[in-house]
């Protein structure tokens, strides 16, 4: 009615979904928010209504009896158009993922130096059960031929808009697309759930093991193309720097687009400052934190020191899925028993994995700085008291 | 005749092949031995008298009338005998790649504490065009179904045996082996030539992105399995362990193969100690160094710094071909112009590398010290004197 279209002209957040009170927002219009870290790691399978939000622009309202998918193929006249009804009738896939933020634990960044972005914490991340159909299936049933050197992205792009009516796009490359390894499915479920509005409701691409930011929701049309998304997402933001690049000398076409996030993890219990017990000389953190690794791959073991790596202490790895790489596409939650020598009052632990391709964190965050608070794997390190 | 038979009971290494004399030996029975630094960063492609070799054991000596491969699909009592006829009557595959050991760079980690294994410098690394056939074209002659869950690993075996008549072996994961794009090829030639006898006459496995370990060479026998390889090298070295894991503590069950490695760089020139001209207030290093990284990751940039991080400067990657991850197998040659504050005499050139993952490099040795020192990609640092 009229009443409603006057308020979406004044504010097109007015029908924004609502939301789980207990998500802590790092922005409300667009809505992002984290889950509190220590209902993070409670959980192998994060709950949808606990689950971080990333949204850039104003949450679509998509009725799923006349939603459309449009898959186009570029330089063809092809162009075709499917219901979710039709989506449906392709063989459902169900894949368990983790999608990160690109942002995740910018906060820790900013301490080192500003940066523009929204002040994450270690939780704009999550793991999930999507189910849907293989982007693989959708593609070659509208006449793309896998070995096709032509092709070397896959465009997509949501139906959510900015004031002047750009839609929210990003692309990946083709061939991870395409691979039959790849597992990108185009999602209807979430944790056994239709997506919920949030998440990209009805449909979001799930690309495992790339950054949040390509896993489009509200997904509106496919592209098969010889070139990238030309959207201001993949172009000119989600991208990483030299330390010594600032935004006088940055030139955005000279870094190649994040997909592939490198390895990570974070502590989310205890938090800063917590005071922790000390039994029989050990702290014992159960829950203590995650740890994942981008492009399919494990992670296959996280080091804890409380004295600065003099001494380093293996994590136990609580929660792991069976998937071997380069399909492991879930986070690992560990704990861990540290010892602590008596009389220490104030203790930092710090924390890094390292995944199935012997891959590391780094140790600082002032030597991976980038303007843009993006790939925030250092080390993480949280100073505690113990009693 | 029996003189040779006799010197090859007193020693056998008496028939290894002649080397060329540039070549600075780890060790002479088995032979290893690295190429110096300043002459590997000089060509794109690493000529093959002056490829790094690393030997386990002496080198065979093979008749290639008389060779023959075994493929053996256990379970089945299908076992191929192919000849080199046999095998170069499938498709010639051609990839440059680079393989690296995984011990390259170890004499910088013994120097934070001794480690375990030969004293490798940066050069125990080196890039070359292998030409061949694809593994995947034999194993599915051989009636291997690509999509059979059954099949785990494929493991190799040489046919180069210790004094108990054990031969090298080692396996890597079935998808890699079977993988479109994994480009694992059985490579009979090397940079336009007949393998050398040091590098695997008359066939070698490359497994492009993997570690020198799983490139087998004199390959004698190839068995798809379950299981990995049961050999000494696959099981009880070459795997990465926590830097508190020591050789009273350490359990080999517990950590993974090594297969893809991790980002690394290394500077070849100038060498520690080395004085270099100062010009316009700048070091100019031509052919600095090389950057890699394993599992067909591309090098995206390279930073140094002469100031401890304080500024970091972008290199020039000056040599780096044209494929995209993740089969990018070649390692990038890069450069720099340095400013130099004026009066200072001794500065450390630090290097570090970030690939198309985003992953970097580790800063210090200290916190990825293992007792077998390998995968050593902390930041390379090279004291120099300017002048
Ligand atoms: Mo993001
Ligand atoms: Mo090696």
Chains 1, 2 share one sequence.
Not at 153 to 167: A, L, S
Request: hydrophobic letters at 35%; glycine letters at 6%.
């Amino acid at each position: 009615d009229s009443q409603h279209s006057l308020e979406n002209m004044s504010d097109p957040y007015s029908s924004d979904p609502p939301r789980h009170a207990v998500l802590k927002p790092a922005s409300v219009k667009p809505f992002n928010a984290e889950t509190p870290p220590f209902l993070l790691v409670e959980q192998f399978i994060t709950p949808n209504e606990l689950f971080y939000v990333r949204n850039h622009l104003p949450v679509p309202q998509i009725d799923p009896e006349t939603y459309e998918l449009e898959v186009e193929v570029e330089g063809s006249n092809k162009t075709v158009l499917l219901t979710l009804d039709d989506l449906k009738k392709f063989p459902k896939h169900t894949i368990t993922a983790t999608i990160m933020c690109a942002g995740n634990r910018r906060s820790e960044m900013t301490k080192e130096k500003p940066v523009k972005g929204l002040n994450w914490g270690p939780a704009a991340v999550g793991n999930a059960t999507w189910a849907g159909v293989r982007l693989r299936d959708v593609l070659k049933k509208s006449g793309i031929n896998e070995d096709d050197k032509k092709w070397k992205h896959v465009q997509f792009e949501g139906v959510d808009f900015d004031p002047t009516g750009k839609t929210y796009g990003a692309s990946i490359p083709f061939w991870k697309a395409i691979d039959k390894r790849g597992d990108v499915i185009l999602a209807y479920e979430m944790n056994g759930s239709p997506i919920p509005r949030d998440h990209g409701f009805p449909i979001r691409v799930i690309v495992p093991g790339v950054v949040g930011a390509r896993n489009v929701k509200w997904l509106g049309k496919i592209t098969v193309s010889e070139n990238e998304s030309d959207s201001h997402w993949q172009q000119n933001d989600y991208k990483g720097f030299s330390p010594s690049t600032n935004w006088d000398t940055v030139d955005f076409s000279k870094s190649p687009a994040i997909q592939e996030l490198p390895v990570i993890s974070a502590i989310c219990t205890p938090s800063a400052n917590e005071v922790v017990k000390v039994q029989d000389g050990h702290i014992l953190v159960k829950d203590l934190g995650y740890a994942w690794s981008g492009g399919g791959q494990k992670i296959v073991r996280v080091d804890v020191t409380v004295d600065g790596g003099n001494t380093w202490h293996i994590a136990d790895l609580d929660c792991q899925d069976a998937a071997e790489p380069p399909q492991h596409w879930s986070w690992t939650l560990w704990s861990a028993r540290i010892p602590i020598r008596s009389g220490i009052r104030n203790v930092e632990i710090w924390a890094k994995a390292v995944d199935s391709c012997y891959n590391t964190q780094p140790e600082t965050f002032r030597n991976i700085w980038n303007l843009r608070g993006v790939l925030n794997n250092a080390y993480h390190r949280v100073p505690i008291k113990t009693q």
